[in-house]
């Protein structure tokens, strides 16, 4: 049974900075696309950035882009997203998510076939 498990989310504070970690059990994602969605209240849930299966491209959107660095350690199994210089706008509840193909539509939803519970953040101004 696959597993995804996000961590370190929290409160801070405009400007500050949080690092989330995403681990996977029950199936290795070293060699496939993972990434991360955020969904704030009221609103549909949107991609923030992702990592390719090679390792070598990473995406992000336009409002996060700059300030906001995905990785992974494919011995631990685990992506982690880096966030600086947070705005009350990232507020949030972010996912984590794995797909089980190399090639997908990697800024979209239906590309990934597993999501973690989802791990909040919160910017206050």
């Known amino acids: 049974q696959v597993q995804l498990v996000e961590s370190g989310g929290g409160l801070v504070q405009a400007g500050g900075s949080l690092r989330l970690s995403c681990a996977a059990s029950?199936?290795?994602?070293?060699?496939?696309?993972m990434g991360w969605f955020r969904q704030a209240p009221g609103k549909e849930r949107e991609f923030v950035a992702a990592?390719?299966?090679?390792?070598?491209?990473?995406y992000y959107s336009n409002s996060v882009k700059g300030r906001f660095t995905i990785s992974r350690d494919n011995a631990k199994n685990t992506v982690y997203l880096q966030m600086n210089s947070l705005k009350p706008e990232d507020t949030a509840v972010y996912y984590c998510?794995?797909?089980?193909?190399?090639?997908?539509?990697?800024?979209?939803?239906?590309?990934?076939?597993?999501w973690g519970q989802g791990t909040q953040v919160t910017v206050s101004s």
């Open positions: 029950g199936r290795t994602f070293g060699t496939y696309p």
């Open positions: 998510a794995a797909a089980r193909d190399r090639f997908i539509e990697i800024m979209r939803e239906p590309g990934y076939d597993y």
């Open positions: 990592v390719s299966w090679s390792r070598q491209n990473t």
